[in-house]
């Protein structure tokens, strides 16, 4: 069994920056890629980030590329989302996501690829 567990929400000012983290347990992490995705109030959940097992490969939205980073440690279980200049239209909750094909090197932006998912940490940025 997975469970995944993220922090780091809250409330910044646009422009400014914050750093999401998702603890991890269970013994297969370190062979599965990780995602972020992120749930405004009625919208649709969406892609933001992901990266492969070894950490050697990521993927972004293209609404975020250039200011978010994912990243991971294997070694703590641990998946990061570093977010940097963040605006108003980044509000949602985020949630980290497991990739449910082991040792695929492949990133998936679609929901349906990832079967564990975290309860989320939510994230405001003012204007």
């Known amino acids: 069994q997975v469970q995944l567990v993220e922090s780091g929400g809250g409330l910044v000012q646009a422009g400014g920056s914050l750093r999401l983290s998702c603890a991890a347990s269970g013994r297969t992490f370190s062979s599965h890629a990780m995602g972020w995705f992120r749930q405004a109030p009625g919208k649709e959940r969406e892609f933001v980030a992901a990266?492969?097992?070894?950490?050697?490969?990521?993927l972004y939205a293209g609404s975020v590329k250039g200011r978010f980073a994912i990243s991971r440690d294997n070694a703590k279980k641990m998946a990061y989302l570093q977010m940097n200049s963040l605006k108003p239209e980044d509000t949602a909750v985020y949630y980290c996501?497991?990739?449910?094909?082991?040792?695929?090197?492949?990133?998936?932006?679609?929901?349906?690829?990832?079967?564990?998912w975290g309860q989320g940490t939510q994230v405001t940025v003012s204007s």
């Open positions: 990266i492969d097992w070894s950490g050697g490969s990521t």
């Open positions: 996501a497991r990739d449910r094909r082991p040792l695929d090197t492949v990133l998936i932006d679609a929901r349906d690829w990832y079967d564990y």
